[in-house]
């Protein structure tokens, strides 16, 4: 009797085991997940179009057609080209320059008083307020929407960088100097590698930023690129295509963040991979 | 009967053959807390010095600027004859919080200090997988640090320092954060290590019994300000087995020497 009661809890106990791994199983499966996940979405936006909740608001089969056909009469790959040369060049420009600047103020203390205090006004600032002031003084070409993604992106890039620099873990410092590191080695063996997931927090936000700014520019100053698109669908009240326009960028920008988040892992912290 | 395990050195003695390292009248203050007040010592050469004191007596400011790490008030460092004031060649230092990068393998770790030196990858990597398997972590080569238990970081630490070939070792603390029973088998182990490499130790630590298990030579230090209390040499036979160490009269009686010696400094 005994010897049947154990044997049927451990039968039990190996079932719900291999159940659990069963579970477990299928949550390992992220790519899974993700795709209904984006299916939720799509489903949830077919049915509030299908409702509708707003004449406006397209339902999410019509807003896909409508990306197919801008494709392929070209006219979104032609806003791309226009829209996609000012923002690389703005975030390229912001991603060096304010991982440069934020290094040198970390550890220049002159460098952190002249500088950190502009940044920290920058970036408490409404700075889609300045995007008129640099058409002003740089007109409606590829200057002043490249000046409009540095404004948006630079702050939240440098101020990130500084304050993971100034936080470096000491004894590493240290242990670099005490094996005769010299101060350019400490800085690139030790300074930055340390400081590169706050850095790169500081980097997906500033890519982020520099997509807002991009827009903002093409909407308020210069009405080229995806900026023009989502305008001219608009006013025609092609609102699936407007819709198409906008989940483009979103999806663009979004491809963008996970190429970078890829960055960091593979090249500066290949310890966290599959953390 | 004490006089027979411990040979007291008053300062006036001689100093020891062949000092590798000598301080002489070293003095530091941190704003108006005087941390050290003229030491003078000589580590002898091939021998494993331990600097043991309560806390607040300096060991460790003492330790790091004989590394160069830390700039002295008053007061010289010479090492082989040649003052020194900044970190060298010629001496490696292992940290108490073992002070690996993150980042990087075991491998890459214990590497670094060649790597910084400019040795071609597989020229250093070659010597740290050596040292990799003279600290006992062979297999453990492209492990990252948080992969590794307390004990395992401090031998990639020893490993790094070993691997750059300095004649001096500083140790600082090595074992305090590696719990109790991974510390006996390094503290083992280190003994084993000493015999086959013919290096200069210096090594800071706060446990009485581990420095007379450990050492050749123990500098007491005397807190606020640090000054050295006393020289003692315990005479212990180590080239057995390790575990008969611990019942050795003459380590037993040095640990009791010198637990009644700091006593007085116990809060």
């Known amino acids: ?275 | 009967m004490r006089a027979a395990v411990l040979r007291k050195e008053p300062s006036s003695m001689p100093a020891p053959i062949d000092p590798i390292v000598e301080v002489r009248g070293i003095s530091k203050s941190y704003g108006s807390t005087e941390a050290l007040r003229g030491i003078d010592l000589d580590f002898p050469r091939g021998k494993l010095t331990s600097l043991l004191g309560p806390s607040g007596c300096g060991k460790t400011t003492l330790l790091k600027i004989i590394a160069g790490l830390i700039k002295a008030n008053a007061g010289s460092i010479a090492v082989d004859g040649k003052v020194v004031t900044a970190p060298g060649p010629e001496r490696a230092f292992v940290f108490q919080d073992f002070a690996l990068m993150p980042w990087a393998t075991a491998l890459r770790n214990v590497a670094f200090g060649l790597e910084l030196r400019g040795k071609a990858r597989a020229e250093r990597e070659e010597i740290a997988r050596h040292y990799i398997a003279e600290v006992g972590l062979a297999g453990f080569e492209d492990k990252y640090p948080h992969q590794l238990s307390g004990g395992m970081r401090q031998r990639v630490g020893l490993a790094r320092a070993l691997s750059v070939d300095a004649d001096v070792l500083l140790l600082d603390e090595p074992f305090s954060a590696v719990d109790e029973q991974n510390r006996r088998k390094f503290q083992e182990d280190l003994i084993r290590l000493r015999s086959n490499q013919n290096k200069t130790f210096i090594f800071v630590t706060h446990s009485i019994e581990e420095a007379v298990y450990i050492s050749d030579r123990i500098v007491l230090l005397s807190p606020r300000p640090g000054r050295v209390s006393q020289i003692i040499e315990p005479e212990i036979d180590r080239s057995g087995d390790p575990d008969l160490i611990h019942r050795d009269k003459h380590y037993l009686d040095t640990v009791q020497e010198i637990w009644q010696g700091l006593k007085q400094y116990a809060e």
């Open chain 1, 1 to 275: 009797m005994a010897t049947g009661i154990r044997t049927e809890s451990e039968a039990v106990g190996l079932a719900t085991r291999s159940t659990r791994g069963e579970v477990d199983g299928w949550r390992d499966q992220p790519v899974l997940l993700r795709l209904v996940s984006i299916a939720l979405f799509a489903g949830i936006w077919e049915i509030a179009g299908r409702i509708p909740v707003s004449f406006a608001f397209p339902t999410f089969s019509a807003t896909f057609t409508a990306f197919i056909g801008l494709i392929a009469d070209g006219s979104l790959p032609l806003a791309y080209v226009s829209t996609l040369q000012p923002l690389l060049l703005g975030i390229v420009l912001s991603a060096f320059l304010g991982v440069g600047l934020g290094t040198l103020c970390g550890l220049w203390r002159t460098g952190e008083w002249l500088l950190i205090p502009v940044f920290i006004v920058l970036q408490a600032a409404p700075v889609a307020a300045f995007i008129p002031m640099v058409t002003f003084v740089y007109g409606i070409g590829m200057t002043a929407k490249t000046l409009a993604v540095m404004i948006l992106a630079l702050p939240v890039i440098v101020l990130n960088t500084y304050k993971a620099v100034r936080n470096v873990n000491e004894s590493l410092v240290v242990m670099c100097r005490s094996f005769l590191g010299t101060r350019w080695q400490v800085v690139t063996q030790i300074v930055l590698p340390d400081a590169s997931p706050v850095i790169f927090a500081g980097l997906r936000l500033g890519v982020a930023a520099g997509f807002v700014g991009v827009v903002l520019a093409e909407l308020l100053i210069t009405p080229t690129g995806i900026g023009d698109l989502i305008t001219f669908h608009r006013s025609r009240a092609d609102y699936a295509e407007m819709y198409a326009t906008i989940a483009s960028i979103i999806a663009l920008s979004t491809l963008t963040l996970i190429v970078l988040q890829w960055i960091e892992v593979r090249v500066f912290r290949p310890e966290t991979r599959g953390a």
